[in-house]
């Protein structure tokens, strides 16, 4: 069973009386476990097509089945329910909140989105730290971390509440390239470890090497997709 599914997936932003299509027709099946790339230059998109799959933008037409749920035909209510419960988001700019420490930036979604208790989120917290190498780094807050440290805490926090998959919006854009390197394996590791399918979107060509399936994408429409062996 695929993890995300796409039939016929189109997305048309109007103003006024100018229409824009940003996604067209797109037929795509992703498998679970799977680290995938949307691949393509500024505005193929990409971004798009990832908000789309994240529940953050409707469809407007085919259809969306993301963790076996069709999620083309959720309110803004449920969508915002099946995000917090089933996907984890890494952003290129790290989106941390700067007044809280590594530890709290992680346990935050367990807290205002989960509601786990204390000792199941202190638990689960303790172990990203460890799995992301920053257990040193956790009562810091993030202005006193270079950046590739800031999106190891990104991850960890995307993979806070066990999400079913990870979306990453060019997750490296702000790296240097050794360090860029050093989060794409990251996030492999995380996804042998915990199993999480990771679909991220880049334009640089030596992090698309890293991905494991690519998914090509010029002018809204999917012109190929790529399985390379693990």
């Known amino acids: 069973m695929s993890v995300v599914r796409a039939e016929a997936l189109s997305k048309v932003y109007t103003t006024g009386s100018v229409s824009v299509s940003a996604v067209k027709e797109v037929n ?6 799977s680290f995938a790339a949307f691949v393509g230059p500024s505005g193929s998109g990409k971004t798009t097509l990832l908000n789309m799959i994240g529940t953050l933008d409707p469809p407007t037409s085919g259809q969306l089945w993301v963790a076996e749920t069709d999620v083309s035909t959720l309110t803004r209510r449920g969508a915002a329910g099946f995000r917090g419960q089933t996907i984890g988001f890494i952003f290129q700019d790290f989106n941390l909140i700067p007044v809280l420490t ?3 930036n992680i346990e935050f979604p367990l807290q205002m989105v989960q509601d786990w208790p204390a000792g199941r989120r202190s638990e689960r917290v303790t172990a990203l730290l460890d799995a992301v190498g920053m257990k040193d780094q956790a009562d810091k807050r993030p202005d006193a971390i270079s950046g590739g440290q800031k999106q190891r805490v990104a991850v960890a ?3 806070a509440a066990n999400p079913k998959l990870v979306l990453a919006d060019e997750p490296t854009a702000n790296l240097d390239s050794e360090t860029a ?3 794409i394996g990251l996030m492999k590791q ?3 470890e915990f ?3 990771f ?4 334009h640089d060509p030596k992090v698309m090497a890293e991905a494991e399936v690519t998914f090509l994408l010029e002018d809204g429409r999917l012109n190929r997709t790529t399985n390379h062996s693990r």
């Open 195 to 197: 199993g999480t399918t």
């Open 199 to 202: 679909i991220f979107s880049t």
């Open 28 to 33: 795509l099946s992703i498998e679970p476990g």
């Open 157 to 159: 926090r995307a993979l």
């Open 190 to 192: 995380m996804r042998d």
């Open 181 to 183: 390197h050093r989060i």
């Open 102 to 104: 590594v530890r709290e």
